[in-house]
């Protein structure tokens, strides 16, 4: 009996190859395989950056906000400090306001009087002083650009250029800041001081 040409398997001519199903060798290189070890490393060093980085956003934190809490301490009463700076103002106008030599001579009402009024300075200045705040009276002193501004230069070859001779008005402090620079006078035309010319204080001042 002659085999059926119908049974026998087509050759593709243009491919020998190849077969009518369509099955090609495979020919594409495998995958490479992913080492588990070193994928859960770099998982590992990848978590670890990140717990380092939000440890340090925490410490970064813990210490703005202990720097803000201290700031507020010191410098939260700065404008009611700055409204009783010139409550202090009046009361040493007042001690002004009486000569010397009638403070001296005086008795009775008027000794009463201006006695109550520099206990009331005394005890309004330790008041201040509790809370941070503290009088500059630089008198004598070296002209200091960062808590003093200089009004005028007085002349005087006894005196090294550049010391304060007059206060004009006292300055303050809060902590570490300026609550208002002492207005000075300066001399100048006596021996150098170290100093340069005097020059006003700083404008920024504590808010």
Do not use: C
């Not at 070890?37 to 980085?53: F, M, P, Q, T």
């Not at 210490?63 to 301490?73: G, H, N, Q």
């Amino acid at each position: 009996m002659k085999p059926n040409d119908t049974d026998a398997t087509p050759m593709n001519l243009e491919n020998p190859e190849e077969t009518t199903s369509g099955e090609a060798p495979g020919n594409g290189a495998a995958a490479p395989e992913v080492d588990p070890v070193a994928s859960l490393e770099a998982e590992r060093n990848d978590l670890k950056d990140r717990l380092l980085r939000t440890l340090a956003d925490i410490e970064n934190m813990r210490r703005r906000t202990e720097r803000e809490v201290a700031d507020a301490r010191a410098y939260g009463i700065t404008n009611f400090a700055r409204d009783m700076l010139t409550v202090a103002d009046n009361i040493q106008r007042a001690l002004e306001a009486v000569p010397a030599e009638a403070r001296e001579s005086a008795d009775g009402l008027l000794k009463g009087l201006v006695e109550g009024i520099e206990l009331t300075e005394r005890e309004l200045l330790r008041t201040l002083e509790r809370h941070g705040v503290r009088k500059l009276d630089p008198e004598g002193q070296k002209f200091d650009p960062n808590l003093h501004q200089a009004m005028f230069e007085v002349p005087n070859p006894d005196v090294p250029t550049g010391t304060v001779v007059q206060v004009v008005q006292p300055g303050y402090v809060i902590g570490e800041r300026v609550l208002r620079p002492a207005m000075v006078g300066v001399s100048k035309g006596g021996p150098k001081n170290g100093n340069g010319s005097p020059q006003s204080a700083p404008s920024e001042q504590a808010s």
